[in-house]
């Protein structure tokens, strides 16, 4: 079958397209014939090797795991013989923590871990991103800073995987949305549900008079520093992007500033947020947003283009 192979880190050109062998699902695993699956910004941290304490556990001269990609969706085609949840022909999304090799013809995925039924109305390139942007954002709002109903939550990096997540998200939940973003994102942010919209190129959030009951910094471009005055009494600063600083606070002011990571929470407390999200996709009420699609032939183009750090929602590599 043909696999996303790199064996030295470095740029998007390390990536190469290779004949490997098919996978043989273990007794807990199904096969899936993949049909779409997703790049991430976990794709670019695991291809060039960075943070560089990460090659650690990565591999210290070259990558231990040589392949790519984490979000899929696609057709279980064989099960392991103690297999009770899917069944041959089911429709299936998830994602593979960690950049685990969705950018192949074929994957093998444990019935327990990040996976689910595919909602009928969506496609497999609609389903293939869910599990980075919405997963992790559902994660942030519910169970990291505990978003109620009638707060006041502000998104930055709105338009990103996470951010077009988290607008619709925080709607879902009843709160009043801020999302910030620029110029030529302000539309599609509103669209999405925010109440207000700034332009970040024309207004600096954390001089403004507002106090948010959660600042959610998708995209780390700000701090829990930057945003303490607009941070309400009782209000909490969360981010899914792990600096010095936020390390620092949230170890010494672990109510206000929250650092976490979709990888290291428990895979029950995973499948209840992806089943929550399985019923709001079949109900129409969250929606993809995809900015580019390309075909696994084209994967380190796809890289390029995620390595700008101005894409819109998701891309997604198309396998028909
Ligand atoms: N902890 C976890 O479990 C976890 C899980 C998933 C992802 N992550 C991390 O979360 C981060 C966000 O991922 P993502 O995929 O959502 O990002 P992304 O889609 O790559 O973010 C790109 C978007 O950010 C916007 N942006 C850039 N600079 C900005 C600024 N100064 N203010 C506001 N928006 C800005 C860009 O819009 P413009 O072009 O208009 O500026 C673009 O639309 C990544 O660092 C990723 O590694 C962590």
Known sequence: ????????????????????????????????????????????????????????????????????????????????????????????????????????????????????????????????????GFLTSYSFLKDIAKLQFGQHILVNGASGSLGTAAIQLAKVLGATVTGVCSAKNTALVKALGADVVIDYGKTDFTKGQTRYDVVYDTVGTSSYKACKNVISDNGVFVTPVLSFETLIYSLFKPKKVKFSATGIRKRPDLKALLSELQILFEQEILQTHIDKTYKLEHLVEAHQYLETGRKVGNIVISQP
Request: charged share 20%; glycine share 10%; with cysteine.
């Open 1 to 132: 079958m043909k696999a996303a192979v790199y064996t030295v880190y470095g740029s998007p050109e390390v990536i190469q397209i290779q004949e490997v062998d098919k996978p043989t699902p273990k007794p807990n695993e199904v096969l899936i014939n993949i049909k779409a699956s997703s790049i991430t910004r976990a794709d670019t941290m695991m291809r060039q090797g960075k943070p560089k304490f990460g090659r650690l556990f990565m591999g210290l001269f070259k990558p231990k795991n040589t392949a790519l990609g984490t979000g899929f969706s696609g057709v279980v085609e064989e099960v392991g013989n103690q297999i009770t949840q899917f069944k041959i022909g089911d429709a299936v999304f998830g994602e593979k923590l960690f950049s685990n090799g969705t950018n192949a013809e074929y994957i093998c995925v444990d019935q327990d871990g990040i996976i689910a039924l595919k909602p009928d109305l969506l496609s497999h390139e609609q389903a293939a991103p869910i599990c980075d």
